[in-house]
């Protein structure tokens, strides 16, 4: 992956994630009052931060233990 794409893609993952997170936390949490919008902006604004380091952290890894998988699996022929 070219080194601007490793910046780029872990910030957009994470702002996916945490906007349909977010949202689906707030309506559990309060259902839909009406400052939803206003209460789930704010939690995904402070969660989407803390996703993306997240998820600099989880990417390596997740690329680590697949391999392992991937080998394990070979070897026992699955």
């Not at 993952?13 to 009052?33: C, Q, R």
């Not at 919008?37 to 390596?60: G, Q």
Request: glycine share 4%.
């Amino acid at each position: 992956m070219p080194p601007k794409a490793a910046i780029i893609q872990p910030i957009l993952m994470a702002a996916v994630m945490a906007f349909l997170m977010t949202a689906l936390i707030t309506w559990l949490n309060l259902g839909f009052p009406p400052d939803y919008l206003r209460r789930w902006m704010t939690a995904f604004a402070i969660a989407w931060p803390a996703a993306a380091v997240a998820a600099y952290i989880a990417i390596p890894i997740a690329r680590t233990l697949t391999g392992r998988i991937i080998v394990w699996m070979e070897a026992k022929g699955l």
